[in-house]
């Protein structure tokens, strides 16, 4: 028994051990396993990537193309907090949500299960394990792909190049490997007039656009996060 003031050993033990791993540089919110994400807490943990304050805002977007009863996919959920806010905020859409890392998959998967049930999650590569009768009736495609270029590694703080997963980050030479992908498979899975909604790095807007472009996409634009950097890109099928 411990009295006022005191602590039991085995929580001075847990203390010391949260505070070591903080020390060390681990990120704060695996030290403290949660993650806030809009009206969501999501659990994380050593690899997933921690969802971002900005990436609140891809969600913003998303929502704003899904119409009422629409079907929306978030393409590398990780711990999926993209695809749960969606659904949590718009519980008419039917909320579909893809991964290709284990790791991360472990995550999403507990996420999904403490927090609704409502994601329909997807182990695979992009949209390959998509069910095919999906095909052409998506309404939003939305994603935060690993964006950084292999040049742009060193400029990561540690905090986050040491901890957070690579397959997260890093999206080739130009980081732009995985937005290729995304953009054209994506043509196949949206239907006519539905949305792309892409986060992307500060310095890809306009090489990203010109990729959507290329690809026949309209009604191209780019949008600004709340420090003024161009991190989002959306276009109409
Ligand atoms: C930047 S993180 C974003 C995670 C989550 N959407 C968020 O915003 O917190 C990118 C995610 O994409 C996943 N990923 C990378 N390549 C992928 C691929 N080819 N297919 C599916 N998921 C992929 C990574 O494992 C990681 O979970």
């Keep these: 028994m411990t009295g006022s003031g005191e602590i039991e050993a085995a929580q001075e033990r847990r203390i010391l051990d949260l505070t070591r791993r903080r020390t060390l540089g681990e990120p704060l919110q695996y030290v403290t396993g949660v993650a806030g994400f809009r ?7 050593p690899g ?5 304050p900005e990436t609140e805002q891809v969600v ?40 290709v890392s284990p790791q991360a998959l472990w995550w999403g998967e507990r996420n999904v299960a403490a927090l609704s049930g409502a994601v329909h999650l997807v182990s695979g590569d992009l949209f390959d394990e998509v069910p095919s009768s999906l095909r052409r009736r998506l309404h939003v495609v939305v994603s935060n792909p690993p964006y950084v270029g292999r040049d742009e590694a060193d400029e990561l703080p540690e905090e986050v190049k040491d901890h957070e997963p690579q397959v997260a980050l890093f999206g080739g030479g130009d980081g732009l490997d995985v937005i290729r992908r995304i953009t054209s498979e994506a043509r196949d899975w949206l239907r006519e007039g539905g ?3 892409l986060e992307i790095g500060a310095t890809q ?10 690809l026949g996409y309209v009604e191209v634009s780019t949008g600004r996060d709340l ?11």
Excluded: K
């Design 39 to 45: 009206h969501l807490d999501v659990t994380v943990g």
């Design 205 to 214: 807007g306009d090489r990203v656009a010109a990729l959507v472009e290329g």
């Design 60 to 99: 913003d977007r998303a929502l704003a193309h899904l119409p009422r009863g629409g079907i929306a996919i978030d393409i590398g959920t990780g711990s999926g907090a993209m695809a749960l806010a969606i659904a949590q905020e718009r519980p008419d859409a039917e909320v579909w949500a893809t991964e």
């Design 48 to 52: 997933v990537f921690i969802p971002r």
């Design 195 to 197: 949305w792309l909604v």
């Design 227 to 237: 420090g003024g950097r161009e991190r989002i890109v959306e276009a109409r099928r």
